[in-house]
C-alpha cells in the first residue's frame, strides 16, 4: 500500500541539476527585478545589472534571509496576494511572504511531491506529536499550527499524541497502535518534541513503532543539551521502537514548498530537483567544497511571486558528498544557526518547562 | 437519496452549514467555514459516505464542490448528470 513514487522528485545528478536550474533561476532573478523594486536596487547596488551573465548557482545573487523581517519583498499587485506567510521570530520581527492564488498553490503541490517520495499517494494513518490545541484558534494558526496542519493532509484518521496540557496521551497512543500498528503508519512532529513525548514513552512502554514512518523538523537545539545528534536519535528509536523510517528535514517559510528531506540512508538531507544548496565561507562568500561547514544557501524555483529562488540563511551547514548517497545530488547536514543569529523556528515558540 | 444529494448533505455536515444553505458553487476557502481544517473532516465524511479512499493528490485537488463531484466519479460514484 505504500509503494513509494519511485524516486520521485529526488532524480537528478549534480550536473543535470545545475544545467536545468541555473537558466531557470536566471529567468526568476530578471522577473523579480522587472515586478519589484526593492530587490531591482539590492541588484543594482550589489552589481548585478540586467543582462548580466551567470555562469554557475554559485555566480547568481543572493538576498540575506533576514531581509524579508524589514522589506516587503514581492513581485505581485497588492490585490493579486492571496495568502501571506509569517515565519514565528522570537524577537518580534517576523518575515513576511507574499503568495499569489497560483503560487500557493504550486507549493502546495510540490511539498506533496517531495513528501510523497517516501509515504507513496496513499493517506496514511496518522500520528501527531503535538496538541490539538495549537488549531483551536483557527483565524490564526502560530507558524507550528501552519506547520502541522499542512502535513495532516498526508494522513488519515488522525490521532493527538499530547492532550490539551501538552502531557503525552499514553492511552491515545496505545489506542491509534492498536487500531493502525500492524499496517504502515504515518508519525509527524518537531524533532525535539518527538524525543522528549514519543522516544521516551515508547521506550518506557515498550511500544512497537516499526511499521511506523515518521517525518520530523525544527532544529536539534534542545537536543544537543541532551547529547542527542541525528545519529543517536536514529539509533535509539531503531534500538528500543523498531522504528526504522525516518526522515528529518529542514525548510523555512521564506522558501516555502521546499523541503530539504533525509534519504533512506540516514544523516543526509537531500535537495528536491527543482532547489539546491551551496555551502559559503562566512567571512569570504567563497563556495566551500564538501567537508568543509559553513552558511547555507538556499536555491529554489518554485518562487515565482516573491523574490526568494535565492537565499542566504543564517544557519550553519556542510555538504557530506555529491552524487554518492542514496538520491543523487548534493547531500549535507544542517549544524545549527550562525552564533549570535536570532533564534528563530517554528518549534522555538514551544514554551515547555524541559526545553 | 440521489448521489448529488449525498454529496450536499456530506459538504453540509463537513462544513457546519444549515440545510438547506446551497453548497453547488463553493470553492475552498470561498467561505470562512471552509478552511484547512474543515477541509480535512469533508474528505473524511466524503470517505465515509461514498466508501471510497480519497488519495493525497485529490485532498489537495479538491478546490470546489464541482471537483469533489469529478473526483468521486472517477472513483466509481455516478453522478448521473
Known sequence: MTTTVADGVFTLSQSEKQSLLLPELVRLTEHHRNHGEAYARILSATGHVSGREYREEADLPWLPVRLFKTQVLKSISDDEVFKVLTSSGTTGDVSRIFLDKEAAAAQTRMLSKTIQTVLGKQRLPMLVVDTTAIIKDRKSFSARGAGVLGMMNFGRDHVWALDAEQQPDLEAIRGFLAKHGDQPFLIFGFTFMVWLYLYELARDHKLDLSNGILVHSGGWKKLIDRSVDNAEFRRAFAADTGLTRIHNFYGMVEQIGVVYLEGADGNSLYCPDFADVIIRDPQTWAELPPGQPGLVQVLSTLPESYPGHSLLTEDLGVVHGVDDGHWPGKRFSILGRLPRAEARGCSDTFSAGAA | ?81
Open chain 2, 1 to 81: 437519496m440521489s448521489n448529488v444529494d449525498r454529496l450536499r448533505k456530506s459538504f453540509r455536515t463537513a462544513l457546519d452549514l444549515s440545510s438547506d444553505y446551497d453548497v453547488d458553487s463553493l470553492e475552498y476557502r470561498g467561505i470562512e467555514k471552509w478552511d484547512s481544517l474543515a477541509h480535512m473532516a469533508l474528505v473524511a465524511t466524503l470517505e465515509d459516505e461514498f466508501g471510497v479512499m480519497i488519495d493525497t493528490d485529490e485532498v489537495i485537488d479538491m478546490s470546489s464542490f464541482t471537483k469533489a463531484c469529478e473526483i468521486l466519479t472517477k472513483q466509481g460514484v455516478d453522478f448521473g448528470e
